[in-house]
């Protein structure tokens, strides 16, 4: 069994800057991604950024320049530092865990979600 517990999120101004964590904890292959991921109301998911266990980042083009993600193998953990925040950055974020074995995905894993909003 598989959990992943996140923190951090809550109000900021715009411009501001907030750090979320995120623990796994349970049954994790030394192959894997962690990331987040944010939802807005009415919205899709959309990929925020991801980190493989061998350090690979991506992240997508709304926040590149802004948020920088970090993992600790040794904790399965997964930090996401967002500066310059904009009041579009508000959605809820959710974690994220990829199961990989010799790179190939087999299974996710999420969090319960973390409320982040931007507002003055």
């Known amino acids: 069994q598989v959990q992943l517990v996140e923190s951090g999120g809550g109000l900021v101004q715009p411009g501001g800057s907030l750090r979320l964590s995120c623990a796994a904890s349970?049954?994790?292959?030394?192959?894997?991604?962690l990331g987040w991921y944010r939802q807005a109301p009415g919205k899709e998911r959309e990929l925020v950024a991801i980190?493989?266990?061998?350090?690979?980042?991506n992240y997508g083009n709304s926040v590149k320049g802004r948020f920088t993600i970090s993992r600790d193998n040794a904790k399965n953990t997964v930090d996401l530092q967002m500066n310059s925040l904009k009041p579009e950055d508000t959605a809820v974020y959710y974690c994220?865990?990829?199961?990989?074995?010799?790179?190939?995905?087999?299974?996710?894993?999420w969090g319960q979600g973390t409320q982040v909003t931007v507002s003055s």
């Open positions: 349970g049954s994790i292959f030394s192959d894997n991604a």
């Open positions: 980190i493989t266990s061998g350090g690979s980042r």
């Open positions: 994220h865990l990829q199961q990989r074995r010799f790179t190939r995905p087999l299974y996710d894993y």
